[in-house]
């Protein structure tokens, strides 16, 4: 009998912990795991924090792998261009096919870039973005004392390298269209206390601004913003979200409008039917999460590759043995987004969407903004959300009674 | 097979991840410190044990044995 096949597209965390998650399940035939960067997976989340203020190494980022995962395949600095749901088989960027006998998205997402003209969008223009490690080692050279740092966008990424730029003694202007940094999640009281203290530590913030040039030739000087203030930079930094890797998907009758649609077994759906054989993980994955209620969504916390991975590589294996497959993909699978923040002294620990939560949902369920503090969000009279401010065995303490929408306590 | 879990407190920056994943295990004590409670752990928590190595953050979690 010929050996069957479990191709892992993407080499991050989400296709590691499904990788591990076959063999866990059982699976005992070829795992391929390709990967366009040519690293082994690593963890991304220090490369806007200690890591970019400190060693930008590879061996101290990359993940441990479980000894049950030691013959898994790697092949590293390989893109996958198209997959044949149909046929079975992808065509990578060389032109050679592989065949499968399951498959998992594990492509993740890339950092956005404004549609602006301007010098090179490159480390060596002056225009970075932080998503990889090659990346971050492109910036880290950047962030010399003195330097002047224009930080697009602030959300986490953002205001996590806003800190760590000051860390390092650079000049730091952050930029974004919202009030107040990281307030879509956060909202306002939460938002406001942390550009105070980013503030206090230097950063200048133009808030309700957009960008409308960027300025130089081979190299940026400077940021025209939409108001007309000029700002001088020598680094600029485009932390504005993300878009999903899904172009190699296309061609299928998948829903691709926000990463891969899938139902609660992590399979794509076709018109509605859930495509066997296939799995969806990690940044790239929009799945519904009953823990909240019945919509999809795509959440890029770092806990989602985990145990998507572990969903998929339970669901996958139980496929390719054609043993007990109904019981788990129809079993009710959920998961409790967390994520956390370093920036300066402050350590935020957020389980839950406190973003679905109600405008006037958001309350302060112990300590003290000011301080240290723990913030529910709430949407009716769910808790949807908490996020901590310090106060870690506090906030960890409120962790499960996040989110029991559809699925009870 | 004894099983042998090694913290490095070194990397460790105490968000107490795994204490989700084995309360046997691991504990953040009163001052917010990870504490671990048994070093060599019965066999029967080797996958919570696994578990909790994968959801640390700074991967300062190793497992030997």
């Known amino acids: ?409 | 097979m004894s099983l042998k879990v090694v913290v490095d407190f070194n990397v460790c920056q105490d968000h107490g991840q795994c204490v989700f994943a084995a309360p046997e295990v691991f504990e953040i004590d009163e001052a917010g410190r990870l504490v671990v409670l048994v070093e060599e752990p019965d066999e029967t928590l080797r996958a919570s044990v696994e578990d909790a190595a994968d959801v640390c953050p700074v991967q300062a979690i190793t497992i030997a044995g």
């Open chain 1, 1 to 409: 009998m010929t050996s069957q096949r479990a191709l892992v597209v993407g080499a991050g965390l989400g296709g590691l912990r499904t990788a591990e998650a076959l063999r866990t399940g059982g699976f005992t035939g070829e795992v391929l795991v390709v990967g366009d960067e040519d690293w082994a997976p690593y963890n991304r989340p220090p490369l806007s924090k200690e890591a970019l203020a400190g060693e930008l190494a590879h061996d101290k980022l990359a993940f441990r792998v479980r000894s049950n995962a030691a013959d898994v395949v790697w092949r590293h600095g390989v893109r996958v261009d198209h997959a044949d749901l149909d046929g079975r088989a992808v065509t990578l960027a060389d032109g050679e096919r592989l065949t499968y006998d399951v498959l998992v998205a594990a492509t993740g997402v890339s950092a956005r870039r404004l549609p602006i003209p301007g010098p090179p969008a490159t480390a060596a223009g002056g225009r970075h973005v932080i998503r990889m490690l090659d990346d971050a080692i492109g910036l880290r050279a950047a962030l010399v004392p003195g330097a002047k740092v224009v930080v697009l966008g602030a959300g986490f990424i953002g205001c996590e390298v806003a800190a760590t730029a000051r860390k390092l003694g650079c000049e730091v202007h952050s930029v974004a269209i919202d009030a107040y940094p990281m307030v879509r999640p956060l909202g306002v009281d939460l938002a406001s206390e942390l550009q105070r203290r980013h503030e206090a530590q230097g950063v200048v913030f133009h808030l309700g601004v957009g960008v409308s040039e960027f300025v130089g030739d081979e190299h940026v000087t400077g940021v025209v913003l939409s108001d007309g203030t000029r700002l001088d930079a020598d680094v600029v930094l485009e932390a504005l979200g993300s878009r999903c890797n899904v172009e190699w998907l296309e061609g299928n009758g998948l829903d691709l409008t926000d990463g891969v649609l899938t139902d609660t077994a992590l399979r794509p759906l076709r018109d509605g039917v859930p495509v066997d054989g296939v799995a969806a993980v990690g940044d790239v994955v929009r799945f519904p999460n009953r823990r909240f209620d019945d919509r999809a969504w795509r959440v890029e916390h770092w806990n989602i590759p985990t145990d998507s991975g572990r969903r998929a590589g339970a669901v996958l294996s139980a496929w390719l043995a054609a043993d007990g497959y109904d019981e788990v993909t129809t079993a009710d699978w959920t998961l409790l987004p967390a994520f956390w923040s370093d920036q300066y002294d402050t350590r935020l620990q957020s389980y839950g969407m406190p973003g679905l939560a109600d405008a006037d949902g958001i309350r302060v369920l112990e300590g003290s903004l000011d301080d240290e503090c723990v913030v529910g969000y709430h949407r009716g009279d769910d808790l949807v959300g908490v996020v901590g401010v310090g106060m870690l065995r506090v906030v960890n303490g409120y962790r499960d009674r996040v989110g029991r929408g559809l699925v009870g306590p």
